[in-house]
């Protein structure tokens, strides 16, 4: 077992790295005169209650695709000027429905140009706090902004710079000297130092032109290797340009193509079921710059939409990347180098620290390209997409049951139709998608306003079992569009005054076998969240979820598998307040329950408390929280969000027994620079390892500092 001792000599350790940067402290917290930044604040904001929701479906402990909340930041410090936004600016938002964007059309050429926030509050579907969430991004002005020639652009634009270091402290299984197996091999190891480290760099003018570079190595990857050609393990960068005449968007590098509603393409992160119950159609951003650290999902080469007339425009794409992937040898005596014969996967961890795992770095080539033709009016959208994808060697995946209808080969064909129709208050969308074995899905949806502020939702899918896509991501139960059939509605409604209650019920069902569940299986998902603000400086919701699957049996010891249904509900109580205009608390409890009709019923509960504060004058912030947890077995765990650096996004799980705190910390030291740290450190009092393999850590505490530094200029 390592001692305390040890862990914090490696705490100080860790600081050293942050005295670096000490001489540009001392010299910038003598002459900082700013505030903290309030578009900084939208992001990592008072209670993360949005980005929680947004990612609440994900079940993944760290989020790395921060290009969407990103956007939010450039959109606040860039606002639309809203008496002449086009559709496009404002579905680039995302903070609006379609049926909110076609009302705000329909005002201006009634009524004429805005002149204050005020008159959005006769703009129908907008609610008071619809309007609060936008008014960050949008101001009102009787004058258009004349397009500025790209030199002046590239003279005014602005320059930032993040740079980012992360580490647990307690040594992991990985960095230790390996053991000698009983064949006389080696143990696997980690070849790399255990900081992890992320550098970017990033040019801007408003929303019209991007030039970015983003540098990450994971904790465990070596900067020296034979797979491993740049010395960097990741390294990503594009140029991107928009709205030079006839020509809507260009980018060259790396950037991520979404076409329709994400039954085949869409690299983007989507958000999944949450308690945004009425937002599950995807806004048409056919491509934009790929700027997180993000290393799978993304293509590289060159992108561009074109406007044809004032209705019709087209975006075409071609992209060639080295994809890490599982290839299979084919092992000839008298041939001393093994020929590649297949892909029994492609691999989407995107780490690269043992000997096997940089072995799968890069392995094949794939080549894409597609595009799409679109027209657009008020009222009605309608676009042809396609896309082509070939890859260096056959993807063969094992041939078992669930793998019967998998794709199989090297070249996918895939087109689709997509559509959308607005009416005063009702909003009609879907995509109809074909694989060129003849597999298809389709999805169809539905969005009503109603009277006395009432908003249904309701969605049709069907994908079917040999449906084949690569990278599609659309709205669904499973990761993947594919072997599924589903119905969802949404209902929100204002019950009274200060009240918001939103209800989903999604059924689905699977007619073939997928991994882990031999044979068709069906489930239905429901949430319900109630929430009272009654103050602007308090708040309290309730939320209840219930989710009912077939899964294999558990500890199954005939010859054949069968199903169980399993079932997994939550009830989650949060109460905010706002103590001061400086000081927020927050509290929450949370409640899970696990059956799967075998095993004794997994009981979960955790409990936290934070404290956000914000000194007015100084430039500091912090947040802070205590969290205590016990759950019967991993099924059982809870998800909470954190307060995070800038642009860093933690959704730990809690399981076990044991308690969780950190502290996150901003300073702007001066107008130029900001810096920011978060301590965290997690408690398992009955146990004497955490995790396993390569990332066990001998000890029953697991503790993590994470430093950040921004210049901007």
Not at 67 to 82: D, G, K, M, S
Not at 262 to 283: A, E, H, T, W
Not at 435 to 463: C, E, Q, V
Request: proline content about 4%.
């Amino acid at each position: 077992m390592i001692s305390n001792k040890n862990a914090y000599d490696r705490l100080s350790t860790s600081f050293l790295y942050g005295l670096l940067i000490l001489p540009i402290v001392l010299f910038s917290i003598n002459s900082s005169k700013a505030q903290s930044s309030a578009t900084d604040s939208l992001i990592n904001s008072k209670d993360g209650t949005e980005i929680e929701e947004f990612l609440e479906d994900s079940e993944e402990e760290e989020f790395t695709d921060d290009t969407y909340f990103e956007n939010l930041v450039i959109l606040a410090n860039n606002r639309i000027n809203i008496n002449f936004a086009t559709r496009e600016d404002l579905e680039a938002l995302d903070l609006l429905s379609d049926l909110q964007i076609q009302n705000i059309l329909f005002y201006r050429e009634k009524f004429g140009e805005l002149k204050s926030p005020y008159e959005l509050l006769g703009i129908e579907t907008l609610t008071t706090e619809e309007i609060k969430r936008l008014l960050p991004y949008i101001k009102f002005s009787d004058t258009k902004d004349p397009p500025k020639p790209l030199k002046e652009q590239f003279k005014e634009g602005k320059h930032t710079i993040f740079l980012r270091y992360i580490q647990i402290l307690e040594e992991k299984k990985g960095f230790t000297p390996p053991d000698t197996n009983s064949d006389g091999s080696l143990t696997t190891r980690y070849l790399g130092i255990e900081p992890r480290l992320y550098a970017r760099y990033r040019f801007q003018y408003g929303t019209d032109l991007s030039i970015g570079i983003t540098a990450e190595q994971d904790a465990g990857e070596p900067f020296k290797h034979p797979n491993q050609k740049i010395g960097l393990d990741y390294l990503s960068g594009h140029f991107y340009l928009k709205d030079r005449g006839f020509l809507k968007k260009l980018v060259v590098g790396d950037y991520e193509v979404n076409l329709g509603q994400g039954l085949f393409l869409q690299q983007s992160y989507s958000g999944r079921k949450s308690s945004y119950v009425n937002d599950i159609k995807k806004k048409r951003i056919p491509f934009k710059p790929h700027t997180s650290a993000g290393e799978v999902v993304f293509s590289r080469g060159l992108a561009a939409e074109v406007e044809l007339t004032d209705h019709w425009s087209i975006v075409g794409f071609g992209s060639f990347r080295q994809l890490d992937a599982n290839v299979v040898f084919f092992e000839e005596e008298d041939i001393d180098t093994d020929i590649p014969l297949n892909v029994s996967s492609l691999q989407t961890s995107g780490y690269h620290r043992t000997e096997s795992e940089l072995a799968d770095k890069g392995s094949i080539d794939m080549w894409s390209g597609g595009g799409s033709v679109a027209y657009n009016s008020r009222k009605i959208r309608l676009a042809a997409n396609a896309a082509y994808f070939k890859t260096s060697l056959p993807l063969v995946k094992s041939d078992q049951p669930y793998n019967k209808f998998e794709f199989s080969g090297n070249k996918l064909f895939n087109t689709s139709l997509d559509y959308q129709y607005l009416n005063k208050n009702m909003s009609l969308f879907g995509e109809l998608a074909f694989s060129d074995n003849g597999g298809w899905g389709m999805l169809n949806g539905a969005n009503f306003n109603l009277p006395l502020d009432i908003k249904l939702t309701l969605a049709h899918r069907y994908y079917d079992k040999d449906f084949h896509t690569l990278y599609g991501n659309a709205f669904s139960e499973s990761t993947r569009p594919i072997n599924e059939h589903g119905l969802y509605v949404g209902l929100y409604f204002s019950p009274f005054k200060y009240a918001e209650w939103s209800n989903y019920v999604d059924i689905y069902q699977h007619k073939w076998l997928r991994f882990g569940i031999d044979g068709p299986s069906h489930g239905v998902d429901i949430l319900s969240k109630f929430e009272y603000q009654p103050k602007y400086w308090l708040k309290f919701y309730i939320r209840g979820r219930y989710e009912r699957k077939q899964e294999n049996a558990p500890d199954n010891a005939t010859a054949i598998d069968y199903l169980v249904s399993t079932t997994k509900s939550g009830l989650r109580f949060h109460f905010e307040y706002k103590a001061t205009s400086k000081l927020t608390l927050k509290s929450r409890v949370e409640f899970a329950w696990y059956n799967d009709g075998v095993n004794p019923l997994s009981k979960g509960i955790m409990a936290y408390q934070d404290v956000n504060y914000r000194c007015k004058k100084i430039p500091l912030s912090f947040s802070a929280r205590y969290a205590l947890f016990q759950t019967d077995s991993y099924d059982s765990r809870i998800y909470a969000y954190e307060n995070d650096l800038l642009y860093v996004f933690s959704i730990p799980a809690f399981s076990g027994r044991g308690s969780r705190y950190y502290l996150t910390a901003k300073v702007d030291l001066h107008r130029y620079i900001d810096f920011w740290v978060k301590w965290s450190q997690v408690i398992y009092p009955n146990a004497t390892s955490i995790s396993d393999g390569t990332e066990e850590i001998e000890n029953n505490v697991r503790s993590e500092i994470k430093l950040q530094v921004r210049f901007k200029f």
